[in-house]
Every structure is written in C-alpha cells, then in structure tokens.
C-alpha cells in the first residue's frame, strides 16, 4: 500500500475517532444533566416520607433508606414511584448502550464507547448535583447509587475512581481503533477485567441487606474495592501493553526485512 495512502487512511480514521470520543463525551456530560435535574425533583418527594418515618432526619440525607412496608404504608403513589425509579434505571444503562452502539463498528469499539460514555455521565452527575444542590459535601459523603437489582452504595470517591477509569481505558481503546496497534484484550485479560468489575460491584453491594432493612450504611469494604479495581486495571493495563509490544515488534521485524 501506498504511503501516502496509507497515511490518509490513519487520518481519516483518526479523525473519526476523535468526533466519536467529542459525541460520547457531550452526551455523557449532557445526560448527567438530565440525571442530577431528577434527583432534584425526586427529593422533595421523598424527603417529607423521610421525615415522617425517620424524626431527626436531616435534609439531603439518603439514608436510612425507607423499607419497602414503609412505602407500602405510604400509599400506592409511593410504590409506583419506586416502579417507575426501576424502570428510569433501567432505561439509563440502555440509553447509554444504545449512543456506544451508534458511534461504533464492532465489538471493541461499542463496549469502549459504552464504557467512556457511563464514566462521563457519572463523573459530570456529581459536578452537577454540586451545581444544583451543594451536594456532596464531601468525597466521603455516601451516596446510593443503583437499586437494581439490589441497592448499590459507597462513598463518592468510589463511583468516582471507578468512572475515572472507565473514561481513562474507554478512551485510550477508542484511539487506537484509529491506528495499527488496536487493543485486543485476549481470554485471560478478560477474565481480569470481568472479575475486577464483578468485586467492584460487590463492594458496593456487600451492605444491601442492612440497608434494606433500613440501617445506616455500614463502614465500606475499601479492601474489596481496590481488589477488584488493581484485578480490572491490571487486565486491561496487560492489553494495552501487549498489543503495544506487538505492534512494535512487528515494526521491527519489517524494518530488519527491508534491510
């Protein structure tokens, strides 16, 4: 192939990764928005439960959550509510899934697409509700994060790391979609990043039956976290890694062929 042509080929796609990296991020961030303004409407309906089943809570506090026979108690709107909070969850993995899958040719790309436009939105939904609420006060402050399937939650240092590295390799795949050294994670690499994102989950989750049952959050388990962030981060730096060395060591050999 040419080399001319070959390098108007690199830009070409190099430029195309750079809008599809530009797109995801500015949905992202805008679709952080539309999360923080529902929180906004969501709270002054379900403060005044709060208050009525838990004296002495203080505004802006998430826990402890209401139990279930509590919102039962409160009536069939208060139920509903909760239904149609599920489904929004729901809707919102998929929303995110379905703006990766337009932006993308295969596998890789989608799931790194996915990936950088869930670390975005995240990120930016805590500058917003610090925008809009003066929340959180703090990196400690605990917040609740998903209720699907159980109820997900953590300091906010925690769903912050873990979007920071979401950005950080969605990204860094992203790019070199768009040169000759793609990053093509193999089975074990998988079975790193897959585990990683299984004890990530897990911390978040090991507290939900105590919050259910409508406790105060007990201390996180930060030992599990930053396992399954080292395991994720270790499989996927391992990627990286080897297809940088393969794409060199493929360099190499041309050149020593050529000479």
Known sequence: ????????????????????????????????????????????????????????????????????????????????CLLVELGREAATLVILAAAALAASRNFHQWFAGFVLAFGVWDLFYYVFLKLLLGWPASWMEWDLLFLLPVPWAGPVLAPVLVALSMVGAGALVLRSE???????????????????????????????????????????????????????????VRAWWKSHNEYYGTVAESCAARS
């Open 1 to 80: 192939m040419p080399q001319d042509f070959r390098k108007s080929s690199l830009e070409v796609q190099g430029w195309s990764a750079t809008r599809v990296l530009l797109a995801l991020f500015l949905f992202g961030a805008s679709f952080a928005y539309v999360e923080a303004a529902v929180v906004v409407y969501l709270r002054p309906l379900y403060e005044p439960l709060h208050e009525r089943y838990h004296p002495g809570f203080e505004k802006g506090e998430l826990f402890p959550l209401l139990r279930m026979e509590e919102l039962e108690a409160a009536g069939p709107e208060a139920k509903r």
């Open 178 to 236: 768009s040169t000759d050294k793609p990053i093509r994670p193999v089975a074990l690499d998988w079975v790193a990043i897959v585990a990683g994102g299984f004890l990530i989950v897990s911390a978040f989750c090991w507290d939900c039956r105590n919050l259910l049952q409508g406790g105060e959050p007990n201390p996180f388990n930060w030992g599990l976290f930053a396992l399954g962030e080292s395991l994720g981060l270790a499989g996927f």
